[in-house]
């Protein structure tokens, strides 16, 4: 028998990864099953702030009675990207940053936190009806992936230890 053979592979990666300290996210006693539910997301006052907070609570979940509190910041700025000769952009570059905080309610103890960044982008050469449907989608698509982003951060990094 090979030592490349996959299932020999697939027998020894749980192995290998416990060695390093994987832990499984969702697995028993993961960061995952100890947040879920127990989360309770700051309340937007922005349409970028209520479509971060959609997505993070179906990431999350929605605390009845949170253990955590989960605060954020959000900045957004637009930049052309495609110019044309004449002059007339017709792409432009939504970029999105945002800074949270999880923090346990109890002893206001900072147990996660970070910044997330990233961009999408939309086309400007339809009509204007196009192009701000183009941009309202875009904005969508950004909010969720930063929402991604920060579940991701905290899922991976909560020190959720006394």
Do not use: H
């Not at 999350?60 to 990207?81: C, H, K, M, N």
């Not at 000769?85 to 945002?98: K, L, P, V």
């Not at 086309?123 to 309202?136: D, P």
């Amino acid at each position: 028998m090979s030592l490349c053979d996959r299932r020999t592979v697939l027998m020894l990666l749980p192995a290998a990864l416990a060695g390093c300290g994987f832990q499984p996210v969702y697995g028993p006693g993961g960061t995952g099953t100890a947040l879920r539910g127990r989360i309770r997301v700051a309340a937007p006052d922005t349409e970028d702030d209520y479509l971060l907070v959609r997505d993070l609570e179906t990431r999350l979940g929605r605390a009845s009675v949170p253990e955590y509190r989960l605060s954020y910041d959000i900045e957004t700025w637009t930049q052309g990207q495609a110019v044309t000769s004449a002059n007339e952009t017709t792409r432009y570059s939504i970029t999105g940053r945002a800074n949270f905080a999880l923090t346990r309610i109890a002893d206001e103890k900072v147990v996660a936190s970070g910044a997330v960044q990233n961009f999408t982008s939309y086309s400007a050469t339809g009509t204007t009806v196009e192009t701000l449907a183009s941009e309202r989608d875009a904005r969508r698509r950004l909010m969720a992936i930063l929402a991604e982003q920060i579940a991701t951060e905290i899922l991976t990094g909560a020190d959720l230890s006394a």
